[in-house]
Structures are given as C-alpha cells and as structure tokens.
C-alpha cells in the first residue's frame, strides 16, 4: 500500500495526553508495553497463538485492530515492511485516546507502575506479532490508587473491587509479589482452560452483556473440575476438537445453579451466559480450513 504524508503515530502518541486536565480516572496514557504489569498470573497461550497466526499473514487487520486497541479508529497507512517496533512506519486514522472506550484499561499503583485490568491477550498478541521488540502501548487509567499507603493496601483494594485474579492455572493462590513483572508469552504462565473458555464462546456459553468480573476463568476452574484436560491431548487439531466437543457437551448439560468453583460466592454457570444447547455449526467451523483449530495448528 502507497504511503502518504499523514499525522504518524509516534508524533500522535506524544501530543497532549500527558498535560489532560482531567482526572486521571479520564486519561489516556502512553509507555513502552514492556512497562505494563499484570494483575493475574496466567494467559491462554492457545488464544494468543491462534490470533497471531491470524494476524500475521494479514498486515492490514493487523494495524487496524492495534489502532483501534489504542483508540485510534483504525489504520490510515502502512506497507509490507510496517512493524508495531518502528511506529513511524505507520499510521492511524486519528490520535490514540480518540475512541477511549476501546482502550484497554490499567490502574496506577503506589508503586508508580501501571497495572493493566483487561487486556492481557491483546498485548501479550501484540508483543508476539513485534517479536518481543518494545513498542509505545496506549492504556486507559481508570484508577489512580497511588495515594495509597502501601502496595499490600493496593492488592487489597484490587482484590475488592475485581480487579485482579490471584490463582494459578493449577488453581492455587498466587501471591501479588509472585506475579510477573511483564504481560506476554515468554514472562506468564499458560492456563489451557481460558484458551479452550474462548475457543467455547458462542457454542457453549454467550457472554452476557453484564459479564461477571474474569468470566473466563470462572468457567475455566469449572472446567478444571469437571472435565480436567490431558495438556497432550491438545497437541494435535483432533484431540484439540475432540476435547472441545466434550467440553461443550458438559457445560450445557449441567445445572445452571451450579456455582463455577466451591466458593459459595463464585458466580453461577447461568450467570456466566450457559447456553441450552451447543451450537454445533460454530463448534464444527473452528476445525474446518481457516477456522480457528486450523489457523493455530497452522493447517
């Protein structure tokens, strides 16, 4: 594609943000994603792989969904040699912020770090896709907890208000020192249940418009419970299905009532979005060529 002479997207990322005079519940703020920290310990590597095999091949969805992640409506330029590692090389159709609602958002910590809420396989496909080059990120603070008096406070408060997931795929309790230091592949644990939880949604589950806080991964310790997962299994497309199809069976078979983990308080499979009956046309595309299955298992 024949670049022209538009606003790049390294000069957008440095105007005005910084200097809002809004809260900083209302700001827009940009840094190197490596500086972005989690708050869970785990991603689906599955989902990740899938979308970077997705994105890959295909630089024009690759720059629009990055731009609209950033608020910035989707991509202006780019050609074949555009990497999210140089962000002169392309450009967005407007300033990072400019579409707050789709920009993922973070806390600030008494720490002073930035501490993503929601977006941790966006990023951790991101960093994939750019080789694991650091590159300007754009994040949306809904919180400024640096006021606080201690960091333990902060994991308190976190916790409190569902704004972290303190488990390990195992389903153990994970402390907050424990937790990594970056989001992405290399630096989080793997969970194969919130990657087979999304690769379920539309055929055994639809995500209620009023979603519980880490709806994913309730359902994905409920999986653990009931349906524990052979990780050699996942290894091949065939198994990969033939677990998913048991999968689905089960959860729309199961009593709504039934909370997702044996904490009393842990939402229930019917508030989770448990559908009826399993949409077999969409769990019989995600292994048919260019569904999902094949695009991560390259077939």
Not at 42 to 60: C, M, P, R, T
Not at 81 to 104: N, R
Not at 242 to 256: D, T
Not at 272 to 279: I, S, Y
Request: hydrophobic share 35%; charged share 20%.
């Amino acid at each position: 594609m024949k670049r022209v002479t538009p606003v790049l997207l390294a000069s957008l990322i440095t105007v005005g943000f910084s200097c809002s005079p809004f809260s900083y519940a209302q700001t827009i703020k940009t840094l190197n994603v490596s500086q972005i920290r989690p708050t869970q310990p785990a991603i689906g590597d599955d989902e990740v792989n899938y979308k970077v095999a997705k994105l890959q091949s295909d630089h024009k969805a690759l720059f629009d969904e990055f731009c609209e992640d950033i608020g910035a409506k989707g991509v202006k330029t780019f050609d074949s040699q555009s990497s999210l590692a140089q962000p002169t090389s392309f450009s967005c159709l407007a300033a990072p912020g400019t579409d707050a609602e789709d920009v993922k958002s973070a806390v600030i910590a008494p720490d002073h770090h930035i501490y993503l809420t929601d977006g941790h396989h966006t990023v951790s496909t991101f960093r994939a896709l750019a080789n694991n080059q650091d590159f300007p990120f754009v994040v949306r603070i809904t919180n400024d907890f640096s006021h606080l008096a201690s960091m333990d406070r902060f994991w308190s408060t976190m916790q409190q208000q569902h704004l972290t997931w303190l488990e390990d795929p195992q389903g153990k309790p994970v402390a907050p020192a424990q937790l990594p230091q970056q989001v992405g592949l290399q630096a989080m644990q793997n969970d194969p249940y919130r990657s087979i939880v999304y690769f379920l949604r539309g055929i055994a589950y639809d995500k209620p418009d009023q979603a519980p806080p880490f709806l994913e991964f309730y359902l994905g310790s409920w999986l653990r419970s009931q349906q524990p997962v052979n990780t050699q299994q996942l290894s091949t497309k065939a198994g990969y299905m033939a677990y998913l199809q048991q999968a689905a069976a089960r959860l729309v078979a199961a009593q709504g009532s039934q909370h997702s983990t044996d904490k009393a308080d842990s939402p229930t499979l019917s508030q989770l979005g448990q559908r009826q009956t399993v949409n077999e046309k969409k769990l019989n595309k995600l292994a048919e060529p260019g569904g999902k299955l094949s695009l991560l298992f390259k077939e």
